[in-house]
C-alpha cells in the first residue's frame, strides 16, 4: 500500500497485515514465552543480535503490531507500548535523563505528570524547572542549565486546555541541544502530529480517546527517529556510550535512528517491566479503529458545548480553542485546523462551591477520575486530580480553584446541553432555598 495512506485507512488497516490463512483481526498473543528450536537462537535475541520474541515483558507480537499503527499515525519510525501513561512519561523521560540531569518542562500539565517530575524523579536526583509556555522565548532560554536533558509538554493542556506552540517550543529545545517530548494524548494525531512541527518524542495516554471506551490503562511512546544523539554525545551518554549490561553495546552506533525506543525496550523495559498487558493491547487496536471518526464527534459536541456556555450568564469564563474568543484560537487552527479535542474547562459564577454544586446535580454526565472516553464526564480538578497540589501550584498548573474540566461524550449533544442547563438551575434552586 502507499507509504502516505491517510489516516482513517491508517486506524482501521495499520499495524496487522495478516498473510494467507492468517486470522483478519488481530490476535491476542496471551503467552509469556515464545519457544525456539537452539539455545544459540535464543542466546542471540538476548545480545540484541537478532530480532524476535522471548519474553512478553520485553515485546509481545500484539503489543506492536498496535504500536507500530501508532507510529504510523504519528509519523514516528517507532513506538513501544506502556503500562499506562504515566509509564510513557516515565520511561520518555528516563531513558535520557538520569542522577544529575535537569529537565525544562511548561506548567500546564496533568497534576500527576507535575508531581513526577517536580517531586518522584527529584527524589531520583533529576531536577526540574517549569516555565510558563505563553513566556516569550528569552524568558523561557533562562530556564535551560549546562545540565539540561529535555523539554517536556502537551500539546493540549489537562485540565486547562491550552494549546501549545510546538515550533516555539521546539526551536528553544533545538537552540539548547535536546529534543522536546510532547504529551499529545488530548489532540490525538487524528487533529495534531507533533513530529511535523519539530516535536522529537511523542507520548499517550492511550487509555483516553484512543482507547475510547473507558476499559483499558495504557500508554505509548512513539520516536520521530529525528533528533541526532552522536551530536550531543555528551549530553546523553546512555545513548552514545556503551551498556555494560549488554556486553558493551552503543545504542546509537548499533541501532541508528532507532536507538532511543531500542534502548528504552532492551534496558528500562527489562528493568522496570511495566508492559501493556496483551489483552489491553487488543482492546486499544478495537478503539484505534474508530478513533477518527469519534475525534469529529467530540469535537463537534464539544464545541457546540462551549458556545451554550460561552452564552450563559452563570458562566464566568470558559477555555474552549474552538471559540473565536479564546486566546489559543489562532494558534489551534495552525496546529490543528480540524478540531482541537473534547475537552472544555470553565468556571461558573459563585466560585469553587456552585462548581461542585452544579456537578453534583448532573445526571448524564458522570463524576469520573477518567477523562476524553465516549461517555460525557466532568471533574473539579481542584477537588481530584490535581488534590495533592498546593494552591500556588495550582495556579501555576493553570487550574483555578473553581475549574470544571468537562469531557464532552459522543452522545447527542442536545441531550448533553440539557443535562448543563438542569444542572445549573438545580444548583441555582438549592442556593435560593438555602439562604431564604
Known sequence: MSENRKLETICVQAGWEPKKGEPRVLPIYQSTTFKYETSDQMGRLFDLEDTGYFYTR????T???????????????????TSSGQAANLLAVINICEAGGHIVSTSAIYGGTFNLLGTTLKKFGIEVTFVDQDAPEEEIAKAFQ?????????????????????????KLAHDHGVPLIVDNTFATPIHCRPIAFGADIVVHSTTKYMDGHAS?????????????????????????????????????????KMAYIQKATAQLMRDLGVIQAPMNSFLLNIGLETLHLRMQRHCENAQKVAEYLEQNPEVAWIHYPGL????????????????????????????????IRFMDHLKLAAIVTHVADARTSVLHPASHTHRQMTEE??????????????????????????????????????EKEKFE
Not at 63 to 81: P, T
Not at 216 to 233: E, K, L, P, Y
Open 216 to 256: 483499558t490503562v495504557g500508554g505509548c511512546i512513539v520516536d520521530s527517529g529525528n533528533f541526532d544523539w552522536m551530536a550531543h554525545r555528551e549530553t546523553f551518554p546512555g545513548l552514545t556510550e556503551p551498556d555494560e549490561s549488554y556486553h558493551g553495546i552503543v545504542y546509537a552506533e548499533k541501532f541508528g
Open 324 to 355: 473565536k474568543s479564546s486566546q489559543y484560537y489562532e494558534i489551534a487552527k495552525k496546529y490543528m485546523p480540524n478540531g482541537t479535542c473534547g475537552v472544555i474547562s470553565f468556571g461558573l459564577k459563585g466560585g469553587r462551591e456552585r462548581s
Open 58 to 61: 520485553l515485546q509481545n507480537p
Open 63 to 81: 503489543n506492536d503490531a498496535v504500536a507500530a499503527k501508532i507510529a504510523e499515525l504519528e509519523g514516528g519510525i517507532a513506538a513501544m507500548l
Open 393 to 430: 501550584q495550582l495556579l501555576e498548573a493553570g487550574v483555578q480553584p473553581d475549574l470544571i474540566r468537562f469531557s464532552v461524550g459522543i452522545e447527542n449533544v442536545e441531550d448533553i446541553i440539557a443535562d448543563i442547563e438542569q444542572a445549573l438551575e438545580a444548583a441555582l434552586a438549592f
Open 146 to 170: 549546562p545540565n539540561t536533558k529535555l523539554v517536556f509538554s502537551e500539546t493540549i493542556s489537562n485540565p486547562s486546555v491550552q494549546v501549545l506552540d510546538i515550533e516555539k517550543m521546539a
